[in-house]
């Protein structure tokens, strides 16, 4: 999903996906301030025991998707180099190099393994808020 | 029809290989009887056994030939047209093929059946030499021994011995070594660089005889000139003889000198038998190199189809190229054609020596020095390939320029009949179809395809450049660009960002790329920024561009945990030091190893605990050692003159200066280096992106060797070099290296394509002629003063130490999903989760 950069309080988002299911609506969890992120490079956060990495791009946006690279198992998404490709935002995992899509989590070349998407927003006083959905829970 | 085959050794595989790949209708029924007790083997490869322990058994026959082993034949009835072997197992054949090869020959000098006394033909003979040398080494402080025979296969052989720790000597009855190749300057070239690598060379001696200690094994060689060297053990390689016995015992017509005559058939004066391999004489001539042989065994392939199958065949064997190469890591000879015309025979050489570097060249050409006739290449053997392709060629310039631009002329324009693998006989005609005809794009294809360079190897690079240019007529062009956010290669950025001066990433991808780039071109121009001096490689947007290791500036481990090397350099290190080490790896609980380069890996950190690891190494006077980085890692070094007894160069000490010279030096790929004390060159310099090995006079420099997948030895590139002349040209090395080579490129590779390759290397570093030298020199300096600890400078910088969490909202919590369980009284990572592929919705 793309980045909200909007500052209002909201209901709960309804976008949040995994592996293609309807997230059920959730929580909005402060993680950091918006300029605690260093741009292009990823964070982790521990919500509601669910590691998310949060990224942001050179152009302000958002995004926040599953911290386990699912081809070595280990939690480590966050901190693999961000950048582009044909236009699409991705981060490319630290471990063996997979590239993933930010906005819908698809690897880019396999297309049948994706990571979880998380909703993420720039919420009131540069707080950046995460949601976590009920079945990521940990 | 019934074919037997004796003599199961290369040339007997290859024929039978040959038969039944082209015989579709099961034509010959072919029965193989050899007398080793394994079958074929790769015999051209046998050091490597002992060096490597390589496997060397061919691929075997199919399940329609029968093999016989370990039963030698003992008689041929030739009127009854039956074998008979030491078992007394009878055979008979329509068709009998010799392939019985040769025996070592051992000069009848007194002693020479002692104990302690070796030949050096077969995988058996190598073993009982190593297990004597074992022995020796083992109950004694230093052995000695000697080769008797200073050819080909004797500095192969003494190499080896050298390498089962023997004091080596080689005693060469002519007066310089490698006398059947080599002219007198090559000889005497040639011996430098045996000295070098630490054998002692006796030429123009005659032995006199063995004579054995108290134990009656062999303890002592007298040579004619009166002196005796201590030996316990002696390897004869003083050249072959064919095996004619049954041959001669059954009447055929062999040779004076040995070899059974055969016709350019390669048929026997009985039409039945035919004779194959090193065993044969052929136009007057026995042939001791494998390519020959292998050609004498599609002859009579071709010819015992053909009259199995009712038909005819006018297949020849038509003589051969006796080029040859010496197998012997470090030291390039290679002679080709015929080195030995001379103006008898109308012919002219030009020849050229280079004392320092160690290189003798000389060519052979025709009177009007246009056409190649042979040559001799000492030192440098880089151009052999080429100039091999080209004997009986119009050269396509001077005779000059083919000494020293050797390779640059060839792949394209080559004559299609060019023989370019002559173990395998494969013409670049035959390459060139293949390519096209099959679609191949990959080495190892065109290698499977044709069999060219699956031999010996020595024309790899031919086929390469055949494959490259052939690829690129067909407009299959290998794209330069880095990825598909610059156009450019990574040479040509370098100097986009060294001409134009930019110092960030985002300034570079606005005016040359597009895009917000990825994890190819982000740490490239990482590393090309912190090549040209732009400071702390964590210091503002460069931190985003780094790799995830040098973002952590340690080692990312499989379970998403760190590993730490401090620096140590030369491997040298205080007990105090290392009790910090033991005291680090205990208090957080990591696992210790100690790693190829000297120095010690600490595994097991989590994020949030390396800054205090840092912290307490840098505390007791460590450093980084950029273990991370694509930078050097370590000069590894022996212990040097100052404990060893053979010692000449104190190589700590030089380790120690270089590693702190080139410390933090970012490059391309990894630089590994080391440097031996002396020849015995137990640093294993020879393997590293510059290695240093000490002589009686200073040092030799080796360039681009390289480990890892594809193993390549470093290339001798200056001798005897003084301190100040060692550093100035690794400065320059590195230098260039780093401005020119492709991403990950290392400098085996980077070398390799480099046109012109060493000697052009030479050129640029030692005669500047580029005129870059002072540049290179001075990028040099502004590093050597620009270095400070990464490890530090994070410690120092609050900003800096913020990433290192597990979770931004967590600080204080360790990453749950780490988990480790005992294993030989440390930790081992044990994956939580575990891979877990989810499938998207479609
Ligand atoms: C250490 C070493 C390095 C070499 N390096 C090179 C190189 O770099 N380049 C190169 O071109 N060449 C090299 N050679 C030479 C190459 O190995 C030979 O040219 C090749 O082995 C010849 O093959 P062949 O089958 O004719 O003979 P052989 O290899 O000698 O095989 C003959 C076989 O026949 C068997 N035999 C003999 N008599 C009988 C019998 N009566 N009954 C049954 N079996 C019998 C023998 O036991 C043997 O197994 C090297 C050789 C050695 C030893």
């Known amino acids: 999903m793309t980045a909200e950069l909007t500052a209002e309080p909201s209901a709960p988002p309804e976008t949040a996906m995994t592996a293609g299911q309807p997230a059920t609506p959730s929580r909005w969890h402060a993680v950091c301030r918006y300029g605690d992120l260093t741009p292009e490079r990823g964070a982790c956060a521990i919500v509601e025991g669910a590691q998310v990495a949060i990224f942001r791009t050179f152009d302000g946006a958002l995004h926040a998707v599953g911290n386990l690279d699912p081809f070595s198992g280990a939690q480590v998404i966050s901190r693999g180099i961000q950048g582009t490709r044909g236009g699409a935002p991705v981060v490319a995992s630290p471990m063996y190099k997979d590239v993933f899509d930010l906005r819908t989590g698809r690897c880019a070349d396999d297309p049948a393994v994706a990571l979880p998407v998380y909703a993420i927003r720039r919420a009131a006083g540069d707080r950046v808020e995460v949601a976590v959905p009920d079945g990521h829970r940990q | 029809m019934r074919v037997v085959v004796v003599g199961h050794g290369p040339t007997g595989h290859r024929l039978v290989e040959a038969l039944r790949s082209r015989d579709g209708g099961g034509a010959c029924r072919i029965t193989v009887i050899g007398e080793e007790t394994r079958p074929a083997y790769d015999r051209v490869a046998l050091t490597s056994y002992l060096t490597e322990d390589a496997d060397l058994a061919y691929p075997p026959h199919d399940g329609e030939v029968e093999m016989v082993t370990g039963d030698p034949v003992a008689g041929i009835d030739r009127a009854a047209r039956?074998?008979?072997?030491?078992?007394?197992?009878?055979?008979?054949?329509?068709?009998?093929?010799?392939?019985?090869?040769?025996?070592?020959?051992?000069?009848?000098?007194?002693?020479?059946?002692?104990?302690?006394?070796?030949?050096?033909?077969?995988?058996?003979?190598?073993?009982?030499?190593?297990?004597?040398?074992?022995?020796?080494?083992?109950?004694?402080?230093?052995?000695?021994?000697?080769?008797?025979?200073?050819?080909?296969?004797?500095?192969?052989?003494?190499?080896?011995?050298?390498?089962?720790?023997?004091?080596?000597?080689?005693?060469?009855?002519?007066?310089?070594?490698?006398?059947?190749?080599?002219?007198?300057?090559?000889?005497?070239?040639?011996?430098?660089?045996?000295?070098?690598?630490?054998?002692?060379?006796?030429?123009?001696?005659?032995?006199?005889?063995?004579?054995?200690?108290?134990?009656?094994?062999?303890?002592?060689?007298?040579?004619?000139?009166?002196?005796?060297?201590?030996?316990?053990?002696?390897?004869?390689?003083?050249?072959?003889?064919?095996?004619?016995?049954?041959?001669?015992?059954?009447?055929?017509?062999?040779?004076?000198?040995?070899?059974?005559?055969?016709?350019?058939?390669?048929?026997?004066?009985?039409?039945?038998?035919?004779?194959?391999?090193?065993?044969?004489?052929?136009?007057?001539?026995?042939?001791?190199?494998?390519?020959?042989?292998?050609?004498?065994?599609?002859?009579?392939?071709?010819?015992?189809?053909?009259?199995?199958?009712?038909?005819?065949?006018?297949?020849?064997?038509?003589?051969?190229?006796?080029?040859?190469?010496?197998?012997?890591?470090?030291?390039?000879?290679?002679?080709?054609?015929?080195?030995?015309?001379?103006?008898?025979?109308?012919?002219?050489?030009?020849?050229?020596?280079?004392?320092?570097?160690?290189?003798?060249?000389?060519?052979?050409?025709?009177?009007?020095?246009?056409?190649?006739?042979?040559?001799?290449?000492?030192?440098?053997?880089?151009?052999?390939?080429?100039?091999?392709?080209?004997?009986?060629?119009?050269?396509?310039?001077?005779?000059?320029?083919?000494?020293?631009?050797?390779?640059?002329?060839?792949?394209?324009?080559?004559?299609?009949?060019?023989?370019i693998c002559s173990c395998n006989n494969v013409s670049a005609e035959h390459?060139?179809?293949?390519?096209?005809?099959?679609?191949?794009?990959?080495?190892?294809?065109?290698?499977?395809?044709?069999?060219?360079?699956?031999?010996?190897?020595?024309?790899?690079?031919?086929?390469?450049?055949?494959?490259?240019?052939?690829?690129?007529?067909?407009?299959?062009?290998?794209?330069?660009?880095?990825?598909?956010?610059?156009?450019?290669?990574?040479?040509?950025?370098?100097?986009?960002?060294?001409?134009?001066?930019?110092?960030?990433?985002?300034?570079?991808?606005?005016?040359?790329?597009?895009?917000?780039?990825?994890?190819?071109?982000?740490?490239?121009?990482?590393?090309?920024?912190?090549?040209?001096?732009?400071?702390?490689?964590?210091?503002?947007?460069?931190?985003?561009?780094?790799?995830?290791?040098?973002?952590?500036?340690?080692?990312?481990?499989?379970?998403?945990?760190?590993?730490?090397?401090?620096?140590?350099?030369?491997?040298?290190?205080?007990?105090?030091?290392?009790?910090?080490?033991?005291?680090?790896?205990?208090?957080?609980?990591?696992?210790t190893k100690i790693t190829g380069g000297q120095r010690i890996d600490l595994f097991g950190a989590r994020v949030e605990e390396l800054p205090e690891i840092w912290r307490r190494l840098v505390e007791a006077g460590f450093e980084s050692g950029h273990a991370y980085g694509k930078s050097l890692r370590t000069v590894k070094s022996c212990v040097g003159s100052t404990w060893c007894r053979y010692g000449v160069q104190d190589s700590v000490a030089m380790a120690i200066r270089l590693e702190l010279r080139y410390r933090g030096l970012r490059a391309p790929h990894k630089l590994k280096s080391a440097v031996s004390g002396c020849a015995r060159e137990c640093a294993e310099a020879q393997s590293k992106d510059f290695g240093i090995i000490a002589t009686e006079q200073g040092w030799n420099l080796y360039l681009a060797g390289n480990g890892g997948m594809r193993p390549r030895h470093a290339d001798l590139f200056a001798s005897d070099l003084s301190d100040a002349e060692l550093v100035r040209y690794i400065d320059r090395f590195l230098m260039f290296y780093i401005r020119t080579a492709d991403r990950l490129q290392r400098t085996a590779s980077w070398l390799e394509a480099l046109d012109g390759g060493l000697d052009y290397l030479r050129e640029v570093i030692v005669e500047d002629r580029l005129g870059l030298c002072a540049e290179l020199d001075a990028a040099m300096e502004r590093h050597v003063a620009s270095y400070s600890d990464e490890w530090r400078a994070t410690l120092d910088d609050p900003d800096k130490l913020r990433r290192f969490v597990s979770f931004v909202n967590a600080p204080d919590v360790p990453d749950p999903s780490i988990a480790f369980e005992p294993e030989r009284d440390q930790i081992k990572p044990v994956l939580v989760a575990g891979p877990r592929l989810e499938v998207a919705a479609r």
């Not at chain 2, 024309?459 to 494959?467: D, F, H, S």
């Not at chain 2, 156009?487 to 606005?510: M, P």
């Not at chain 2, 917000?516 to 732009?534: E, H, M, Q, T, Y």
């Open chain 2, 431 to 591: 390459i060139r179809c293949a390519i096209r005809d099959e679609g191949l794009t990959e080495l190892a294809a065109v290698k499977g395809c044709t069999r060219a360079g699956s031999t010996c190897g020595s024309c790899t690079p031919l086929v390469k450049k055949l494959l490259d240019a052939e690829l690129t007529a067909a407009g299959v062009e290998v794209s330069k660009a880095l990825c598909e956010h610059f156009e450019h290669s990574r040479a040509e950025l370098f100097d986009v960002v060294r001409v134009t001066g930019i110092t960030t990433f985002t300034q570079l991808i606005d005016a040359h790329g597009r895009g917000r780039g990825c994890d190819i071109c982000k740490p490239v121009v990482a590393s090309i920024l912190a090549s040209l001096g732009n400071g702390h490689i964590l210091e503002g947007e460069q931190a985003a561009l780094q790799d995830t290791n040098d973002h952590f500036l340690a080692n990312m481990q499989k379970n998403g945990t760190y590993s730490v090397v401090p620096r140590i350099p030369g491997g040298e290190i205080t007990p105090e030091k290392l009790i910090v080490i033991g005291e680090v790896a205990r208090d957080h609980g990591l696992y």
């Open chain 2, 82 to 419: 039956t074998v008979r072997t030491a078992s007394g197992r009878e055979v008979g054949y329509d068709a009998l093929v010799l392939a019985t090869g040769s025996a070592p020959f051992v000069p009848p000098v007194p002693g020479r059946d002692l104990p302690g006394v070796f030949v050096y033909r077969t995988i058996e003979d190598l073993d009982a030499l190593r297990d004597h040398c074992r022995n020796l080494t083992m109950s004694r402080q230093s052995v000695e021994g000697i080769v008797v025979g200073g050819g080909l296969l004797g500095l192969e052989a003494a190499r080896a011995l050298q390498n089962l720790d023997v004091e080596t000597h080689v005693v060469e009855v002519a007066p310089w070594l490698m006398p059947r190749q080599l002219d007198e300057g090559g000889g005497a070239m040639l011996r430098r660089h045996i000295e070098a690598l630490g054998m002692n060379v006796h030429a123009g001696t005659p032995m006199a005889g063995l004579e054995p200690g108290a134990d009656g094994a062999v303890a002592r060689v007298a040579l004619a000139d009166g002196s005796a060297v201590e030996a316990g053990v002696v390897v004869f390689s003083a050249g072959v003889r064919p095996r004619d016995e049954l041959a001669r015992a059954c009447g055929l017509e062999v040779g004076e000198r040995g070899g059974i005559v055969v016709d350019a058939s390669c048929r026997t004066s009985d039409p039945a038998v035919w004779a194959v391999g090193e065993c044969a004489l052929v136009g007057g001539q026995v042939y001791g190199l494998v390519a020959p042989c292998f050609s004498m065994a599609e002859v009579v392939a071709d010819r015992l189809l053909a009259l199995a199958g009712g038909g005819d065949s006018a297949a020849r064997f038509e003589g051969a190229d006796l080029s040859t190469k010496l197998k012997l890591m470090g030291v390039d000879v290679a002679s080709f054609g015929d080195p030995f015309a001379g103006p008898e025979q109308g012919a002219l050489d030009v020849t050229y020596t280079d004392p320092v570097a160690g290189v003798y060249k000389r060519l052979v050409v025709s009177d009007d020095a246009r056409t190649l006739l042979g040559g001799v290449l000492v030192g440098d053997a880089s151009s052999y390939p080429t100039l091999r392709a080209f004997i009986g060629a119009e050269l396509p310039g001077s005779p000059e320029q083919a000494l020293f631009g050797g390779t640059e002329a060839a792949g394209g324009d080559l004559p299609g009949a060019t023989v």
